[in-house]
């Protein structure tokens, strides 16, 4: 991935990292011991869900990877947050696709890939992951105040 935008970000996800390896199974580590800045894929196993590392916006190369048994058990997890930025189903079932795609609470849903994206597809996030929508044509919402006028010609 190469270095974050600064160190107080890349302070930011350290202290994920530090507080994961605390709470669940450090699988690969990104860190680099040269470069505090630089942060490579990361990720977690066996993490407790009400830990902050599954709950929070990292912003940075870090998964955690949770086990679930059910459909049922696997939106709980996935919708069980003030966040809803984006979600991936990875599945070679089509119906699957399209019952966990429509359940998830996220502005994007992902399916077999992850941040694909179209400049004229709308982009943004539910819950507190978004406040409208960048991209496309709605994108321009946040700049404009819309207006009705109502005027009688027979005056």
């Given at each position: 991935?190469?270095?974050?935008?600064?160190?107080?970000?890349?302070?930011?996800?350290?202290?994920?990292?530090?507080?994961?390896?605390?709470?669940?199974?450090?699988?690969?580590?990104?860190?680099?011991?040269?470069?505090?800045?630089?942060?490579?894929?990361?990720?977690?196993?066996?993490?407790?869900?009400?830990?902050?590392?599954?709950?929070?916006?990292?912003?940075?190369?870090?998964?955690?990877?949770?086990?679930?048994?059910?459909?049922?058990?696997?939106?709980?997890?996935?919708?069980?947050?003030?966040?809803?930025?984006?979600?991936?189903?990875?599945?070679?079932?089509?119906?699957?696709?399209?019952?966990?795609?429509?359940?998830?609470?996220?502005?994007?849903?992902?399916?077999?890939?992850?941040?694909?994206?179209?400049?004229?597809v709308?982009?943004?996030?539910?819950?507190?992951?978004?406040?409208?929508?960048?991209?496309?044509?709605?994108?321009l919402?946040?700049?404009?105040?819309?207006?009705?006028?109502?005027?009688?010609?027979?005056?």
């Open positions: 991935m190469g270095t974050l935008i600064d160190c107080a970000h890349a302070d930011s996800v350290h202290s994920f990292i530090r507080e994961g390896e605390s709470k669940g199974q450090l699988l690969l580590d990104g860190r680099n011991a040269e470069l505090a800045a630089a942060i490579g894929p990361t990720i977690f196993v066996e993490v407790d869900p009400n830990a902050s590392l599954s709950r929070e916006e990292i912003f940075g190369p870090v998964l955690v990877v949770t086990r679930f048994t059910s459909e049922e058990q696997a939106l709980q997890l996935a919708n069980d947050s003030q966040y809803g930025l984006g979600a991936a189903v990875w599945t070679r079932d089509l119906s699957r696709a399209h019952r966990m795609s429509r359940r998830l609470k996220a502005g994007s849903v992902f399916v077999n890939n992850y941040n694909d994206g179209d400049m004229t709308p982009f943004g996030g539910y819950k507190q992951s978004g406040n409208g929508r960048d991209k496309s044509l709605h994108a919402e946040k700049f404009t105040e819309l207006k009705t006028i109502w005027i009688s010609l027979e005056a």
